[in-house]
């Protein structure tokens, strides 16, 4: 990102259509609930655009399904997670996630 880029990230509030401001939140997008701003006057929500790519990008994903062959480090069995992956969930190298088992067939990742 360029220092001359405009940050949205750190706009704490915008102006409403309305004459009102919409301040940071959470709004609902399709199913997903992401980072937006609402109005605190007339209750109009607007998404946060890099939110709602993510979002796009999240359901391609759904749909492709990526499959990633496990590999060998030493004793270690080792997944890697694909740049579509990396890119919606903003994953950096050294970050912990947690593995939840869910059955004999399934291992949820936590980011
Ligand atoms: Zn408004």
Same mark, same amino acid.
């Given at each position: 990102?360029?220092? @001359?880029?405009? +940050?949205?990230?750190?706009?704490? #509030?915008?102006?409403? =259509?309305? !004459?009102?401001?919409?301040?940071? !939140?959470?709004? &609902?997008? @399709?199913?997903? #609930?992401?980072? !937006?701003?609402?109005?605190?006057?007339? @209750?109009? #929500?607007?998404?946060?655009?890099? +939110?709602?790519? &993510?979002?796009? &990008?999240? /359901?391609?994903?759904?749909?492709?399904?990526?499959?990633?062959?496990?590999?060998?480090? !030493?004793?270690?069995?080792?997944?890697?997670?694909?740049?579509?992956?990396? +890119?919606?969930? +903003?994953?950096?190298?050294? =970050?912990?996630?947690?593995?939840?088992? #869910?059955?004999? &067939?399934?291992?949820?990742? /936590?980011?």
């Amino acid at each position: 990102m360029s220092a @001359k880029q405009v +940050d949205i990230n750190q706009w704490k #509030e915008i102006p409403c =259509e309305c !004459g009102g401001m919409a301040s940071r !939140g959470t709004v &609902k997008y @399709k199913s997903y #609930e992401i980072r !937006g701003w609402v109005c605190a006057k007339c @209750k109009k #929500e607007y998404i946060h655009p890099e +939110d709602s790519m &993510k979002i796009s &990008k999240l /359901e391609e994903l759904k749909k492709s399904n990526p499959s990633v062959k496990i590999r060998t480090v !030493g004793q270690s069995l080792v997944i890697t997670l694909p740049k579509e992956i990396v +890119d919606v969930y +903003d994953l950096e190298k050294g =970050e912990i996630v947690r593995l939840n088992p #869910e059955n004999l &067939k399934k291992i949820e990742i /936590e980011f």
